[in-house]
Nanobody
Framework: QVQLVESGGGLVQAGGSLRLSCAAS????????MGWLRQAPGKEREIVAC????????HYQDSVKGRFTLSRDNALNTVYLQMTGLKPDDTAVYYC????????????????WGQGTQVTVSS
């Protein structure tokens, strides 16, 4: 079973950048597909970016395409979400999650979750 811990959230002005990290322990991330998800106040949790088992294929939500980049360092067992051009609408708690099924935007497919990290974008 894999344990996930996010870090890197914070307060940033609109147009700024942040890099979120998701450090895994217990199992190698090579055997998981990963996702970054977010939940804004009063809204449902949504997928932001996800990849396939081992990280070879990546999909992004339309609203973050060209601004966010999901990447992995399998040697460090860590997944990243580089966020640029941040907007106030990006304000949310960001979670990383893992699944053993493969590339998926369905929240129910993700069995393992981190505790979340707050990202706040001021206008």
């Amino acid at each position: 079973q894999v344990q996930l811990v996010e870090s890197g959230g914070g307060l940033v002005q609109a147009g700024g950048s942040l890099r979120l990290s998701c450090a895994a322990s217990g199992r190698t991330l090579k055997t998981y597909a990963m996702g970054w998800l977010r939940q804004a106040p009063g809204k449902e949790r949504e997928i932001v970016a996800c990849d396939s088992l081992g990280g070879y294929v990546i999909h992004y939500q339309d609203s973050v395409k060209g601004r966010f980049t999901l990447s992995r360092d399998n040697a460090l067992n860590t997944v990243y979400l580089q966020m640029t051009g941040l907007k106030p609408d990006d304000t949310a708690v960001y979670y990383c999650a893992a699944n053993t099924l493969g590339l998926s935007s369905a929240l129910l497919d993700y069995s393992y979750w981190g505790q979340g990290t707050q990202v706040t974008v001021s206008s």
